[in-house]
């Protein structure tokens, strides 16, 4: 059986010592899910969410915490990240919010954690800006996708690249009417300030 790192022969709880392990580049990415009520769902498609935009504020706190991560996990490494990137994506079929984390680095360990924490903070701010209209909102399989680098190499969640064929595509982002495009579109016209009259 394989030993856990992270607990010493004593049994304590230990952060594992990586000051002799090689730096290489290691990515890694993460996904979560977050399930709408239908009335919900069709708020955030419009932009129409009273607490602001959605999609955009989950993004931010996503790429925020993932910079985070080893103050969320406490045997996580504080590592220099390369790139975190957050995307959202509105599955209207199954109205769902779903996110991607990518994070990257050149460090002696991995950034899968930083993936995760930055999935889930951004899921878990889709609810906190949704729940004035609807609190039965459920955040689901948080997982991660794919990671490469290190001393175990590439791994890969099984069935991630036949979800990538052709014939079977992953949600595509849906575009939003900016927030007030639809008064604007009913207004007409813009008004234009009368010619300032001379003296």
């Known amino acids: 059986m394989a ?13 594992v010592d990586v000051g002799q392990k090689p730096e290489t580049t290691r990515r890694a990415v993460a996904r979560a899910l977050v399930k709408l009520p239908e009335e919900v769902f069709r708020l955030v498609r419009q932009n129409a969410i009273a607490k602001g935009d959605v999609l955009t504020v989950a993004q931010i706190a996503g790429i925020q915490t993932g910079k985070k991560a080893s103050e969320w996990i406490p045997l996580c490494h504080p590592i220099p990240l390369d790139k975190i990137d957050v995307r959202l994506s509105l599955d209207e079929p199954r109205h769902c919010v779903t996110i991607e984390a990518e994070a990257a680095t050149r460090a002696a360990t991995g950034v899968e954690m930083e993936a995760m924490v930055a999935a889930a903070a951004a899921a878990l701010t889709v609810y906190d800006m949704c729940k004035g209209t609807d609190r039965s909102i459920t955040v689901e399989e948080i997982g991660l996708v794919s990671k490469s680098g290190g001393k175990s190499g590439t791994w890969k969640r099984s069935g991630e690249e036949a979800a990538q064929q052709p014939d079977d595509k992953p949600p595509q982002p849906m575009s939003r009417e900016p927030r007030g495009a639809t008064a604007r579109k009913m207004a007409g016209k813009k008004t234009r300030r009368p010619a300032r009259q001379p003296r």
Do not use: E, S
């Open 3 to 15: 030993r856990l790192t992270h607990v010493d022969r004593g049994g304590r709880t230990r952060m």
